[in-house]
């Protein structure tokens, strides 16, 4: 006997029924649901590692310390240990300086770190170990060899230190004996400038630091614990710590920092949300549409709308539930399955570990994608439930505006094209959108190999020293330049002499009346009012290679330069660009490129033509000698334009050795204020920048900017885009592919009766088959025409921008 059907429990039983009658429906809403989910999941869990990969690696260079408290008393260390939201507290004691020039920065601390500091510093041994006791010392690697000393542990050391932190005291420096316990791979050189000072490039126990008396300043090194970063706000605030608190060099970039591809993968996450959200209305739709005489049926029995959308909801909740389940565990099986591969595409040490925030997240977005499509799917059975007459009389009408006048197989596609406007238009949106993604990706990648390309030529794909920001610093000594062709992987080091701010001028008086130069002084006397057209602020550029000075040649307008004159360092090379008015006033623009009528140009001047330069010496000494111009540089091709290059507000020439020897610069015969290192793409970017590091530690102060890790980063940006890219796509062209297959599906029965219509007519073979073909023409270029407008859309939002140094 069957049991009697609870009237309370309806909607869901009725709902349980037809799930068991519609297995096929069944299985194609488990795996578009199923699919999605998984998806979602694996987008949610590879943002979420690469990120934390990218913040480790950020850690593993600036250390995992967020605060440092400096120069902190008793009270002060007292209320950061008790504080019970700190994770870590970490300790470091400065007890002197080794002996050295200062305005050199080639005077370091030594001092003490307990465990904490060292663990919250990253600080890595390269060999070796802590130091025991009061006569072992654990040393930078590059300290070592500014020093002087053999990498080699058990060696004895003797340091004089200044027991002072004031740098001008060393008549009161003891000198100290003790043995090397370990090498420390150099971590100095990453942290901010500012903090170095209060850092130990020596380390050693409480008892090997009293013998050099007592500690000169006292920092901690603090980390707030999860979920607590206000914790720093809170600490500032309070009465009890009078000290300052600086932030990790890191904080700022862990902050604003993206990964390259991580607006990519929202994208692909959100285009993932659009077509899962689209194929499931569509086959529910089609479901709904296949029983509209069932769901007419339930109503005539009087059963009301809310109870069939009920029926409907109970469906999404079981099909929902096993989807989220199925699909969350296979993203994450995806997910591990993957790593490997992604490691290799993201170039970040991924560690093996679910996300939990990722995973909850996930499930959300694949929540609200099925309730989604459910929803608007009842919205297609509140139309069916519509009046029938009303309805019946909306099909005819619109099937007699579809009358076909001409019976051709065109005439005959176009007519069925009207009546099924909405479907085929969702239908070349579809394969408009599959066409368009890939040629996004073509154009995306064709865009960053060029940028790329700009980069590397721009930089050299190397590294760029610069003592021009230092006054009181001469230059790099050429003797230390000398090594850095030793380094493995070096392809080229261009050396460059620069003239300090103010150290020459040039007269122009005789050039007065050109209005030229007119514009120059008032542009200069936007800066310095002192300015006149007889002291105009001269900018020099010293070459020494005839490599480096080639791409200046070959842009030359007027004269000549052979190699003889070069070795003789008898040139000079002026330049005049053309002046573009900016609201700075007129400055010069050399790019050929972007050279335009409306910019002034000077003529007067010509090769053979003397320029009266002065140099001006720091006692207010000035000297005027009289130079000959060997050619004239006026615009440049875009591919020579890299730094150094002459440029902004007053004149710049560029000349040989002789001009430094005519006013009497010495300096310049043994040193040089600007170096570029060009490296080959295969060199490795740790192993190089060791070596550099250690060669710059003998130069004292000097500004460096790694442009080679930068060009790594963006080689490695665009084969991660690559690799993202081709998974991701590969994934959606299967969901467009579903989407399609179920709408050419729900269409095949009306094919089928139209065939049969079309051949009870009499129609040929020929006919059809001629109709087939105009349909997907037809359905053909119309994709490629959506397709084509959209990548040229993209094609104007994504030409590469000028690369600009």
């Not at 000198?175 to 903090?195: A, F, P």
């Not at 030359?556 to 609201?583: A, H, R, V, Y």
Request: include cysteine; aromatic fraction near 10%.
């Amino acid at each position: 006997m069957k049991k009697e059907m609870n009237p309370k429990k309806i909607e869901r039983n009725l709902s349980f029924k037809r799930i068991k009658k519609q297995k096929k429906y069944s299985i194609q809403i488990l795996c578009i649901s199923i699919l999605a989910c998984a998806l979602i999941q694996l987008d949610l869990q590879m943002t979420s590692g690469i990120i934390d990969a990218f913040r480790e690696s950020r850690k593993e260079v600036y250390g995992e310390w967020e605060r440092m408290m400096v120069e902190t008393d008793y009270k002060d260390r007292s209320a950061a240990r008790d504080n019970p939201f700190l994770e870590k507290t970490g300790e470091i004691n400065i007890y002197g300086v080794l002996e050295g020039d200062y305005l050199e920065n080639t005077q370091w601390n030594i001092g003490t770190m307990d465990e904490d500091a060292w663990n919250l510093g990253r600080l890595e041994l390269k060999e070796g170990k802590f130091p025991e006791n009061e006569n072992e010392i654990a040393m930078e690697y590059s300290m070592l060899a500014l020093l002087g000393y053999e990498d080699k542990i058990g060696e004895k050391i003797t340091l004089r230190i200044i027991p002072s932190i004031e740098f001008h005291h060393e008549e009161t420096s003891v000198e100290l004996s003790y043995t090397l316990c370990g090498i420390i791979k150099d971590y100095q050189v990453n942290w901010d400038i500012s903090l170095r000072h209060r850092l130990p490039t020596g380390i050693v126990t409480n008892e090997g630091a009293e013998r050099i008396g007592s500690p000169l300043e006292t920092h901690m090194l603090i980390k707030a614990k999860d979920g607590y970063e206000n914790v720093y706000e809170d600490m500032e605030k309070s009465e009890d710590i009078s000290c300052a608190m600086v932030e990790n060099f890191s904080d700022g970039r862990l902050i604003t920092d993206k990964i390259p591809y991580e607006d990519f993968l929202i994208t692909i996450r959100i285009l993932i949300a659009g077509s899962a959200i689209c194929v499931l209305f569509i086959t529910i739709s089609h479901s709904i549409d296949e029983r509209e005489q069932f769901w007419k049926f339930l109503y005539a029995l009087g059963m009301v709308k809310s109870q069939m959308v009920q029926m409907i909801l109970w469906e999404a909740g079981i099909y929902g539930s096993i989807s989220l389940t199925i699909g969350t565990l296979m993203g994450v099986a995806l997910y591990k399955i993957s790593l490997p591969v992604l490691k290799v595409i993201s170039g970040q040490n991924i560690i093996s570990k679910i996300f939990v925030k990722s995973m909850l997240n996930g499930i959300l977005w694949s929540g609200l994608i099925i309730v989604t499509g459910y929803l608007l799917s009842c919205m297609r059975l509140n139309k069916i439930l519509k009046s029938g007459g009303e309805r019946r009389n909306k099909k005819i009408k619109k099937r007699r505006s579809c009358s076909i006048s001409k019976f051709t197989p065109f005439s005959v596609v176009m007519s069925e094209w009207k009546y099924k406007g909405v479907r085929k238009i969702v239908q070349i949106l579809l394969l408009s959108s599959a066409i368009s993604i890939v040629l996004f990706g073509i154009l995306e990648v064709r865009n960053k190999k060029v940028n790329l390309e700009e980069f590397k030529q721009t930089t050299g794909n190397g590294y760029s020293l610069d003592t021009t920001d230092f006054p009181e610093v001469s230059g790099i000594r050429k003797s230390d330049i000398a090594l850095f062709s030793q380094i493995a992987g070096v392809e080229s080091v261009e050396t460059y002499q620069v003239s300090a701010s103010g150290e020459f001028t040039i007269d122009l008086s005789e050039y007065s009346d050109n209005r030229y130069f007119q514009e120059v002084v008032k542009t200069e006397q936007n800066f310095n009012e002192n300015v006149e057209i007889n002291k105009i602020s001269l900018s020099v550029l010293g070459v020494n290679e005839w490599e480096n000075i080639e791409r200046f040649v070959r842009n030359m307008t007027e004269g000549s330069i052979n190699q003889n004159d070069f070795q003789n360092g008898n040139f000079c090379i002026l330049l005049l660009p053309p002046l573009e008015k900016t609201s700075y006033g007129y400055l010069g623009n050399v790019t050929e490129e972007e050279y335009q009528e409306s910019f002034l140009m000077e003529n007067d001047l010509k090769v053979g033509d003397t320029l009266k330069i002065s140099h001006w010496e720091v006692n207010g000494y000035t000297e005027e000698k009289q130079i000959q111009i060997s050619g004239i540089l006026r615009t440049a091709k875009k591919e020579d334009i890299r730094s150094p290059f002459p440029g902004g507000s007053g004149i710049q020439i560029i000349v040989g050795g002789k001009f430094w020897k005519t006013f009497q610069v010495n300096n310049m015969n043994e040193y040089c204020q600007k170096v570029r290192i060009n490296l080959s793409d295969d060199a490795d970017v740790f192993d190089t920048e060791e070596h550099l590091l250690k060669c710059i530690k003998k130069m004292g102060t000097v500004n460096i900017d790694n442009y080679h890790q930068e060009y790594i980063q963006r080689q490695q940006d665009m084969y991660s885009f690559l690799g993202m890219y081709s998974v991701f796509t590969v994934f959606y062209l299967i969901l467009v592919f579903i989407v399609l297959y179920q709408m050419l599906e729900a269409e095949e029965y009306e094919a089928k009766r139209s065939l049969e219509i079309f051949r009870a007519l009499g129609m040929e073979e020929e006919f059809i088959r001629k109709k087939k073909k105009i349909e997907i023409g037809v359905m053909g270029i119309l994709a490629v025409l959506g397709s084509g407008i959209v990548a040229f859309g993209a094609l104007l939002l994504s030409r590469p921008a000028p690369f600009g140094f």
